[in-house]
C-alpha cells in the first residue's frame, strides 16, 4: 500500500473521535468514492462471448437431446 503511513496516521487521529463521528467520516469517504466515474464496460461483449460459445458442428436436434436426458435419467434413476 504506496499510502500506508498515512492511513495510519488518520486513523490515529480518528481514533478518540465518538464513534458516530468515525462513522459518518467513513460515509463521507464512501460516498465520494461513488462520484468518481466507473470505467467503461469493455467494447464488443456480446461478439466475444458468442465466439466462446461457438462450435465447429452444428447443434443437436430437439430429438437428439431429449435422448440424452433421458439417458441421463435411466442413468441416475435407473
Given at each position: ?35 468518481a466515474p ?6 464488443d461483449t ?33
Amino acid at each position: 500500500m504506496t499510502h500506508e503511513r498515512d492511513i495510519n496516521e488518520i486513523l490515529s487521529r480518528v481514533e478518540p473521535w465518538p464513534e458516530a463521528d468515525r462513522v459518518a467520516l467513513a460515509y463521507q469517504i464512501l460516498r465520494k468514492m461513488r462520484i468518481a466515474p466507473l470505467q467503461p464496460a469493455p467494447r464488443d461483449t456480446f461478439s466475444r462471448a458468442l465466439g466462446v460459445a461457438a462450435g465447429n458442428s452444428p447443434p443437436p436436434d430437439d430429438e437428439t437431446v431429449d435422448r440424452w436426458i433421458q439417458e441421463h435419467r435411466d442413468e441416475k434413476y435407473g
